[in-house]
């Protein structure tokens, strides 16, 4: 069973940091291209970062650009985002999800972790 | 960065009826598109990847269509759990983009 698991979430101040997890079990995690994607509350999916399967490729949303790294651990099964100079406009939900490796789409999803940046 | 425009933004459908979403693409994505389902509260599903395959364990009720800039989503026979908002989403180049969302509502 693929299962994406997110954490690290939580109420922080702006301007501050914040580091997410995703821990990967059920298929091999080395292989696979990982994204995150975020949600505003009652807004859409908005894209926000992804990295190649042995972390030498990394892409970012203009929104997160120079603010936000994406990194992840191999040998730990685990996605990283790390999150710097918090704003308001970042409040959302974090989903990591992992990126079929035949046909590079989104197919497995995880549950979220909630962010929420406030004074 | 590519802009994705769905079509509706809402829409209302009874049990049994069959709806049509459509997403638009600002440049030629080829067949780079899939479908996402997502219900409150929870975290999306992926139905359809491109633009017309159906992920595996996902009914033959949903289906897809289109290439290169229009696309569409069909769900035939809806059902009470198939009323969700419906993404598209382009994976042609970076950024990945997605639609703003199509809430399938009960008439």
């Known amino acids: 069973q693929v299962h994406l698991v997110e954490s690290g979430g939580g109420v922080v101040q702006p301007e501050r940091s914040l580091r997410l997890s995703c821990v990967a079990s059920?298929?091999?995690?080395?292989?696979?291209?990982i994204h995150w994607v975020r949600q505003a509350p009652g807004r859409g999916l908005e894209w926000v970062a992804a990295?190649?399967?042995?972390?030498?490729?990394?892409f970012y949303a203009d929104s997160v650009r120079g603010r936000f790294s994406i990194s992840r651990d191999n040998s730990r099964n685990t996605l990283y985002l790390q999150m710097n100079s918090l704003r308001p406009e970042d409040t959302a939900v974090y989903y990591c999800?992992?990126?079929?490796?035949?046909?590079?789409?989104?197919?497995?999803w995880g549950e979220g972790t909630t962010v929420t940046v406030s004074s | 960065d590519i802009q994705m425009t769905q079509s509706p933004s809402s829409l209302s459908a009874s049990v049994g009826d069959r709806v049509t979403i459509t997403c638009r693409a600002s440049?030629?994505?080829?067949?780079?598109l899939a479908w996402f389902q997502q219900k409150p509260g929870k975290a999306p599903k992926t139905l359809i990847y491109?633009?017309?395959t159906l992920q595996s364990g996902v009914p033959s009720k949903f289906s897809g269509s289109g290439s290169g800039t229009d696309f569409t989503l069909t769900i035939s026979g809806l059902q009470p759990e198939d009323f969700a908002t419906y993404y598209c989403?382009?994976?042609?180049?970076?950024?990945?983009?997605f639609g703003q969302g199509t809430k399938v509502e009960i008439k």
């Open positions: 999800a992992r990126e079929e490796d035949d046909h590079y789409y989104i197919d497995v």
């Open positions: 059920g298929f091999s995690f080395r292989y696979s291209s």
């Open positions: 990295i190649s399967y042995d972390g030498s490729d990394r």
């Open positions: 440049q030629d994505i080829t067949n780079y």
């Open positions: 491109a633009a017309s």
């Open positions: 989403q382009q994976y042609k180049s970076y950024p990945w983009t």
